[in-house]
C-alpha cells in the first residue's frame, strides 16, 4: 500500500492510497490531480473519504464519484454532495480491505470527522486523516465549533499512538512553527524540526505526514495544558494563572488568528 499527497490549490493535500490498482482518496476539493495520479498510475478509484463540508475538501467528489462510482464516505452531520455514507463516532469505513474508524472531531467544523487506521500488515505504521483539525505545528481555525469542542477533539488524536502518521489537508507547517517558537522561544524540539520542515520545502517536498510523537513535542495546540505554554498565553492574553482549560485554549487560538 501506497500513501501519496497530491498537491491541489495552493496549499491542500489530497491524499491518496494505493495497492497498485485500486485507490483511496481523501478529501478531493479538486477532481484533476486526482484523475491525472489515478491516470499516471494506472489506478481504479474504489472509495473517497470526506473528513468536512469545506469546498476545497469536497469540490472535486461529484466528478469522481460520476467517473468511477466510487463509494463516498462523509460526516454524518454535515452536508456534502450525494449520495454517500454517512458516518459518525465508531463507525467505519472499509475499502480496499482496509477498516477506517471514524473519529468525531468537531471545532474546525461543526461535524468534522477524522479516519483512523490502526497498524496493519500492508499498510505499516497507523495513518490518521485528520482534514483541517491537526495540521503539524498547527490546528484549524474555529469556523463553527467552540473552544471547548476543539481542545476535546485535539485531546481525542492526540489519544492515538505515537506512531500514527498525521496526514493533515495543508501544508501550513512553516507559518505554524513561527508561531510555535513564539509561544515556546525555549522548547529545544522546535529548532530542529523547523530545520528538517524548511530543509524539505526547499526542495519542493510536504513536510507530511507528521507523527503524532511529533506533535505532542512541538505542537503548542497539543501543549495548552504544559507549564510552558500556559504561562505564554496567559501573559500574552492577561489571563489569570488559573484560567479555564478551553479559555487558555481559546486565548492560544486567538493569538495565532492575530500572529503575523
Ligand atoms: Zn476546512
Redesign the pocket.
Given at each position: 500500500m501506497t500513501l501519496v499527497p497530491l498537491p491541489a490549490f495552493a496549499d491542500n493535500y489530497i491524499w491518496m492510497l494505493h495497492d497498485g490498482t485500486h485507490a483511496i482518496v481523501v478529501d478531493p476539493g479538486d477532481a484533476q490531480p486526482v484523475f491525472d495520479a489515478l491516470a499516471r498510475e494506472a489506478l481504479q478509484l474504489a472509495a473517497i473519504l470526506v473528513?468536512?463540508?469545506?469546498p476545497?475538501?469536497t469540490g472535486g467528489v461529484a466528478a469522481l464519484h460520476a467517473a468511477t462510482g466510487a463509494t463516498v464516505f462523509g460526516p454524518a452531520r454535515e452536508r456534502i454532495p450525494e449520495p454517500f455514507t454517512p458516518l459518525a463516532q465508531g463507525d467505519v469505513a472499509d475499502a480496499l480491505g482496509l477498516r477506517f474508524e471514524v473519529i468525531d472531531i468537531p471545532g474546525?467544523?461543526a461535524g468534522?470527522i477524522a479516519f483512523f487506521l490502526p497498524a496493519g500488515a500492508s499498510t505499516g505504521a497507523p495513518l490518521l486523516f485528520c482534514?483541517?483539525t491537526l495540521f503539524s505545528g498547527g490546528c484549524?481555525?474555529l469556523?463553527e465549533g467552540t473552544p471547548a469542542q476543539m481542545l476535546a477533539s485535539l485531546d481525542a488524536l492526540a489519544a492515538l499512538p505515537d506512531d500514527a502518521r498525521v496526514c493533515c489537508?495543508?501544508e501550513y507547517t512553516l507559518a505554524n512553527l513561527r508561531f510555535a517558537l513564539a509561544v515556546e522561544p525555549d522548547n529545544v524540539e522546535l529548532t530542529p524540526y523547523i530545520a528538517q520542515c524548511e530543509a524539505l520545502r526547499a526542495r519542493g517536498q510536504p513536510t507530511l505526514p507528521s507523527s503524532l510523537a511529533t506533535e505532542r513535542r512541538i505542537n503548542p495546540f497539543l501543549r495548552s495544558r504544559e507549564a510552558t505554554v500556559l504561562r505564554a498565553v496567559c501573559a500574552h492574553a492577561g489571563l489569570p494563572a488559573d484560567a479555564q482549560e478551553p479559555d487558555v485554549f481559546a486565548a492560544l487560538r486567538q493569538w495565532k488568528n492575530d500572529f503575523r
Open positions: 473528513t468536512h463540508h469545506h476545497d475538501h474546525h467544523t468534522h482534514g483541517d484549524g481555525r469556523f489537508g495543508h
